[in-house]
């Protein structure tokens, strides 16, 4: 087997785009700093709501490979190369925002068995050893059930993992301090008619926001915020990006927070107040 860098970070997305979303800064400040970055994406996001009408043709697997291209491009730009689909590409489907019909899908990934899918994602584990594992928290950061559900599978994943001879020494949910939000909607709101952009988001629609003393972890990746950019408008299908602020389908603006926040969840803390570093404490193959 290739030897791998000292530093390993695995984060676990449930569609194309979460990733850049939440840690595009993140990914690219650790893969130029050397780090085995590793992404494992839970489905391709076949349900996912098509934004430029020149693609809104596009539903179902077609979309699905299309979104996987752009999770390519994406890759590329934040200089990830180790980019995975769980269980293959095709393996679960995107399972549709909850309450609807879609979640009852015997192949979306809702209705997946929990150990079955965090077995794909233990080989993983094995294979790149990650002294640090991402995700969400157990709401999926506002709800998705593919967010809960991939929770569900990195949280199991880890515990499989340890039993079977590798114990991730870290565990993080994403996390956003909710000043920090207000501040930055605070702006947006100032900004927003210079922008092409005519509503702003509510502070409640950014997922993962919890009170300040919540966050464990800062990591600046403003030396990255191009990069971050970059891949998020490599996911035309779901994003209009207008630097420093991008849209989803709902066409309210948010901020692009290119210092992204972190709750340490498993593991023992970094020195400090609040750690700067994923790895803090955490050296070569421990």
Not at 123 to 130: A, L
Not at 257 to 270: A, C, D, K, Q
Request: charged share 25%.
């Amino acid at each position: 087997m290739t030897e791998l860098p000292d530093r390993r970070l695995l984060l676990v997305h449930a569609h194309p785009d979460d990733e850049s979303i939440n840690n595009g800064a993140t990914m690219a400040r650790y893969a130029a700093e050397g780090a085995h970055v590793t992404l494992v994406t839970c489905t391709l996001g076949e349900r996912g709501e098509v934004i430029p009408p020149e693609l809104a043709h596009l539903s179902g697997p077609a979309l699905g490979q299309h979104r996987r291209r752009e999770l390519s491009v994406a890759m590329t730009e934040l200089g990830v190369t180790d980019f995975r689909l769980l269980g293959g590409a095709g393996r679960y489907s995107d399972s549709g925002m909850m309450g609807l019909p879609d979640n009852d899908d015997p192949a979306c990934f809702w209705q997946a068995d929990v150990d079955e899918a965090a077995a794909h994602l233990v080989r993983v584990i094995h294979e790149v050893r990650p002294q640090v594992l991402v995700t969400y928290d157990d709401h999926g950061g506002y709800g998705h059930p593919d967010h809960i559900q991939a929770h569900r599978v990195a949280m199991r994943a880890a515990e499989l993992a340890a039993a079977s001879g590798w114990t991730i020494p870290k565990v993080y949910w994403n996390r956003v301090p909710r000043p920090v939000v207000e501040e930055s909607f605070a702006r947006l709101r100032q900004d927003l008619p210079g922008t092409p952009f005519t509503k702003a988001a509510d502070v409640d629609d950014v997922p993962g926001v919890v009170a300040e003393e919540r966050i464990t972890t800062v990591v600046d990746g403003t030396a990255h915020a191009a990069a971050k950019a970059a891949a998020m408008r490599a996911h035309a299908t779901q994003i209009t990006v207008a630097e420093p602020y991008f849209v989803l389908s709902n066409e309210l603006a948010q901020p692009i927070l290119t210092t992204e926040y972190y709750e340490l969840v498993r593991g023992e803390r970094g020195p400090g107040e609040r750690e700067t570093d994923l790895f803090a404490g955490v050296e070569g193959d421990s």
